[in-house]
């Protein structure tokens, strides 16, 4: 079983940026980001392959975000630009057991670990 633990969250002023990292203890393979506002669905932000070669982004923050990752430290990064109110959620990072068709990606369903959360708070 491997344990992802965030960090990074916090409160911010609109316009401004954060970055969220996820270690991870073990090895997965595509790593995602979602997001879970109050009242809402948990939904897709970001993901990336287990070489890093290929990202994926929500409409919603394309432009705005970037994910990579660091094989050799087991972690996940996500950096956030010019955050908007919108953007106030508990981001879970979460990690793919096996190998992930693009197809899938974006799903919740895909992925078999998953973080605790951490809170993003984007100010007016």
């Known amino acids: 079983q491997v344990q992802l633990v965030e960090s990074g969250g916090g409160l911010v002023q609109a316009g401004g940026s954060l970055r969220l990292s996820c270690a991870a203890s073990?090895?997965?393979?595509?790593m995602g980001w979602f997001r879970q506002a109050p009242g809402k669905e948990r939904e897709f932000v970001a993901a990336?392959?287990?070489?890093?070669?290929?990202?994926y982004y929500a409409d919603s923050v394309k432009g705005r975000v970037t994910i990579s990752r660091d094989n050799g430290k087991n972690t996940v990064y996500l950096q956030m630009d010019s955050l908007k109110v919108e953007d106030t959620a508990v981001y879970f990072c979460?990690?793919?057991?096996?190998?992930?068709?693009?197809?899938?990606?974006?799903?919740?369903?895909?992925?078999?670990?998953w973080g605790q959360g951490t809170q993003v708070t984007v100010s007016s």
């Open positions: 990336i392959n287990w070489t890093g070669s290929s990202t």
């Open positions: 979460a990690g793919a057991k096996y190998p992930v068709s693009t197809i899938i990606i974006a799903r919740t369903t895909t992925y078999a670990y």
């Open positions: 073990g090895r997965t393979y595509a």
